[in-house]
């Protein structure tokens, strides 16, 4: 691999963790919001959708072509937004159990009808959050994996941040910050893996 097809990998990697970051706080935020955290949620699953994915899906395919990972975290990325999709769901679907809550006339047939559009919206959430938990796995093993071979501590780090719902976004933000140290190292040369 060239030192400047490298080094494009690495400044596409920090414009992809860059709105990584920006849409996953997003996501974790409509999902403190009652009622309207749907829309928040959206917007975050939009946001990964056209300017988080596309970069993310290259720059991490490069650096696997590279030599500097073995695992293949570029196709694991486009199910994310999907994922984030659900959650925005679950959270409707909670949104308009609410609402049936306060539009419904007394008594146990509405009572239990909002319970179980309440339960499935959580249910669906849940899905969504796990999806999102699945589609991160090997992204943030093949940064770990970067940053294991170029002896970087903050990548390494960010990589098993990425894993972790709810503090993934703290190790998408680390990446972004390391993108461009690894973009100059790459730059100069420093490609080259160490022992796997």
């Known amino acids: 691999m060239s030192q400047g097809y490298a080094k494009a990998a690495a400044e596409q990697l920090k414009e992809g963790s860059l709105w990584a970051f920006i849409s996953l706080l997003l996501a974790a935020i409509g999902a403190g919001i009652p ?26 395919r490069d650096l696997r072509s ?18 984030l999709g659900a959650v925005a769901l679950g959270e409707l679907i909670m949104a308009a159990a609410a609402l049936m809550a306060l539009a419904s006339i007394p008594g146990p047939g509405a009572l239990i009808a909002v319970i179980v559009v309440r339960e499935l919206g959580y249910a669906v959430a849940a ?21 294991s071979r170029l002896n970087d501590d903050l990548l390494r780090v960010a990589g098993i941040l990425i ?13 972004f910050v390391e993108a461009d140290p690894l973009a100059q190292r790459l730059g100069e040369g420093g490609q080259r893996p160490g022992p796997s």
Do not use: C
């Not at 590279?66 to 994922?83: E, M």
């Open 35 to 60: 009622i309207v955290g749907f829309l928040v949620t959206g917007v975050g699953a939009y946001l990964f959708l056209t300017r988080s994915r596309g970069s993310l899906e290259a720059s991490l």
């Open 66 to 83: 590279s030599g500097l990972s073995q695992y293949d975290g570029s196709g694991w990325v486009r199910y994310v937004p999907y994922a």
């Open 127 to 147: 899905l969504g959050w796990v999806g999102v938990l699945l589609a991160s796995i090997f992204p943030g093993l093949e940064i770990y994996d970067v940053g």
């Open 163 to 175: 894993i972790v719902p709810f503090v993934d976004v703290v190790g998408w933000i680390m990446a």
